[in-house]
């Protein structure tokens, strides 16, 4: 038995009775196995900092101008942007292959512990990871780039708290998808590429021509960076702010679905 086998089952064996209390434990154990890992550290920890730098390259600030935006705001977008993708979209699809394929999941299935508490302690240190992230970036970038206070930091926020459900959901039903840790990882790349690519985390959609932009704002993480980005520039009217609301909560909704009737809890052999 491995050692992340044996941490996590003796964490369900140890849980409390109350729901928190078997959250805490499995999330504790979680949070230890995750710092033995260290491709999953240098993944959630280290990646989602230095791409971001790679965005100021790629911009024409002349396009931002036109466009009401200044770098430091596609910055800030794009390191959160990131940190989702990084920080908890793709370490968490390791996680739950891993512990998938090490028969984790199958053994606390078997004690207290309810099916959405084990997906969900097995996503807190990633989402902790994640949210100081965005903390942190933003906070580096309201000062280093020069881009100010957001003008609505309610949809900032409320951008980020959308985001962090619908990656998780999308983490568990990526794992769908593949037999091993190795080609989960594959299996994560179609989603990275597109939401790196059509969502807004390396070129705004502000600076798109009106028909892509009008298909990519249907992407699943469009709407996140779209409330995060329009919520610090203040270029958000009510209407498209609600309109983004819906779509990302369509998609949190439709990923919770297709998990709840998808996911597999033990390897396929």
Known sequence: MSTGTATATGAATAVRTTSAGRLKALARAE????????????????V???????????????????????????????????????????????????????LVLKRLRTGELRD??????????????????????????TFALDAGAPEAPQLVVLGVLLGI????????LTTVFSRS??????????????????????????????????VCELLPLTSALTL???????????GESLKAIVIAVAWILVAVFAVQKRFRWEPRR
């Open 31 to 46: 949070f230890t196995l995750i710092g033995r890992s260290k491709g999953v550290l240098f993944t959630a920890v280290f």
């Open 228 to 238: 995060v980005r329009g919520g610090w520039s203040g270029s958000l009217s009510g």
């Open 165 to 172: 459900p619908l990656c998780v959901a999308l983490a568990a």
């Open 48 to 102: 989602p900092l230095v791409l971001p730098f790679s965005v100021s390259q790629s911009v024409d600030k002349g396009d931002l101008k036109g466009a009401g935006l200044n770098l430091g705001t596609v910055m800030i977008s794009s390191a959160i942007a990131f940190s989702l993708l990084f920080a908890v979209y793709s370490s968490l699809v390791s996680v739950y292959a891993s512990r998938r394929e090490e």
């Open 116 to 141: 959405l508490e084990i997906l969900a302690g097995a996503a807190v240190p990633s989402v902790v990871i994640g949210l100081v992230q965005c903390t942190a970036v933003a906070v580096v970038c």
């Open 181 to 214: 840790v190795e080609s989960a990882q594959v299996a994560a790349m179609p989603m990275l590429l597109v939401s790196m690519i059509g969502s807004g985390a390396v070129v705004p959609l502000e600076i798109l021509p009106d028909k892509m932009a009008a």
